[in-house]
């Protein structure tokens, strides 16, 4: 059964938030969802969660690149206690790791999933002391320049070998928002999340 992690505190999301928008001015202008409670979170400088409700026992489907069949894309650097952001220029990927968030010095490496917006993370197993944000731009995949149509969720795969095609058993649905285009509150523009721990995640659909 799907274990459904409970929100944080709102001020660490939102401080999460704020960190991803300052990091990429291209996203510092997005909006949150245009309904009642997200324009009132908005007027406060923050955005609110697309995930509000219970999303226990759900299969899910992963979003797809835009572009399909590219060789994975890898990347490895060495964060230590002071944290470090890490980044994938191709897909669009950011992970941004506070200070203490680690107790000692890592080297971790982060690979895109060639045909899913999916990444394993690695080392396997590894556990963070503080929330790590992790913003993804949607731009380069499937829903890009459409309307939402539904929620998006991101979604923990505990099998580093569970195939990604048709509906994909999760274990965890993380902390999650998506943040909107500025002048047009229905396009989704860039997600981003919160994690604890690694490997492998993946942005979906029900």
């Known amino acids: 059964m799907l274990r459904l992690r409970l929100f944080r505190s709102f001020g660490s999301l939102v401080g999460a938030l704020l960190i991803a928008s300052c990091a990429d001015p291209a996203l510092q202008s997005l909006t949150a969802p245009s309904n009642a409670s997200a324009e009132k979170a908005h007027s406060l400088g923050s955005v609110t969660s697309s995930v509000t409700d219970a999303a226990a026992d759900l299969d899910l489907h992963a979003l797809w690149w835009s ?3 590219k060789t994975q894309v890898r990347v490895s650097q060495r964060v230590d206690q002071s944290g470090g952001r890490i980044s994938i220029s191709e897909t669009g990927f950011t992970m941004d790791i506070p200070a203490g968030a680690l107790s000692s010095a890592l080297t971790i490496t982060i690979t895109a999933d060639d045909k899913y917006v999916a990444y394993k993370m690695e080392p396997t197993g590894t556990q963070f002391k503080k929330d790590v944000t992790v913003r993804q ?10 309307p939402l149509r539904t929620s998006i969720f991101a979604a923990y795969i505990a099998d580093d ?14 902390p999650s928002t998506t943040l909107f285009s500025p002048t047009n509150a229905r396009l989704p523009e860039a997600q981003v999340w919160t994690i604890r721990h690694f490997s492998r995640y993946m942005l979906a659909s029900n």
């Open 67 to 69: 572009n399909k069949g």
């Open 137 to 146: 731009s949607l731009r380069n995949t499937t829903i890009a320049g459409s």
């Open 161 to 174: 070998n569970v195939k990604l095609s048709g509906k994909v058993p999760v274990l965890e649905i993380e």
